[in-house]
């Protein structure tokens, strides 16, 4: 059974860096085809996809916060990052990590709130 799990800071203030780690068990994150995505829910709003790392390393985010994340991992630890900069209060959300394969997303961690404020 694969497994996900958020840490993080619950409180960060404007401008900082958000810090997330998912940490990922009962799988490799470089079993061939695997992606591991980032999503977030802000209150009231939809799903809003971030960005993913694949297995074999690559990045892709979405174009419109692309600017302010990245995306790693850490293959002794089987983990993978979210960092997202210069954050306002619009980025108050749920963040998620989501193994997907194709274009289905399998199995999401319970997720971690995180709140932007002064």
């Known amino acids: 059974q694969v497994r996900l799990q958020e840490s993080g800071p619950g409180l960060v203030k404007p401008s900082q860096t958000l810090s997330l780690i998912c940490t990922v068990s009962g799988g490799s994150i470089t079993t061939t085809y695997y992606a591991w995505n980032w999503i977030r829910q802000s209150p009231g709003k939809g799903l809003e996809w971030m960005g993913v790392i694949a297995y074999d390393g690559s990045t892709a985010y979405n174009p419109s916060l692309e600017s302010r994340t990245s995306v790693s991992r850490d293959t002794s630890k089987n983990q993978f990052s979210l960092q997202l900069s210069s954050l306002t209060p619009e980025d108050t959300a749920v963040y998620y990590c989501?193994?997907?394969?194709?274009?289905?997303?399998?199995?999401w961690g319970q997720g971690t709130q995180v709140t932007v404020s002064s």
């Open positions: 989501v193994r997907g394969r194709g274009y289905e997303y399998e199995y």
